[in-house]
């Protein structure tokens, strides 16, 4: 069973910083792709970046690139997004994601998801 626990959420100034975390149990995530998405009041989820868990290739959303980074700890099974640069429209619920293909995750349309943790920024 494949289980997705985010952490690192919390409230912070615009322009701060924060490292968000996802710990992946329950299979070998050699292959698969891992995927942040968020969802804010009133919006539907929105695509963050995503990671292939075997090579590191990268994607993000335009809302998002330069600021964020995503990557894993493959001894931790621990996929990071460390965002920088926080604006008030990046408030929202952050999700982890991950299924066996690229395309999958993306489209936000994978099998597993965790929990989320709530990302505050204010102005």
């Known amino acids: 069973q494949v289980q997705l626990v985010e952490s690192g959420g919390g409230l912070v100034q615009a322009g701060g910083s924060l490292r968000l975390s996802c710990a992946a149990s329950?299979?070998?995530?050699?292959?698969?792709?891992m995927g942040w998405f968020r969802q804010a009041p009133g919006k539907e989820r929105e695509f963050v970046a995503a990671?292939?868990?075997?090579?590191?290739?990268?994607s993000y959303s335009d809302s998002v690139k330069g600021r964020f980074t995503i990557s894993r700890d493959n001894a931790k099974n621990t996929v990071y997004l460390q965002m920088s640069g926080l604006k008030p429209e990046d408030t929202a619920v952050y999700y982890c994601?991950?299924?066996?293909?690229?395309?999958?995750?993306?489209?936000?349309?994978?099998?597993?998801w965790g929990q989320g943790t709530q990302v505050t920024v204010s102005s």
């Open positions: 329950g299979r070998t995530f050699f292959g698969y792709t």
């Open positions: 990671i292939r868990w075997s090579s590191g290739g990268t």
């Open positions: 994601t991950t299924d066996s293909t690229w395309t999958t995750v993306v489209a936000g349309t994978s099998r597993f």
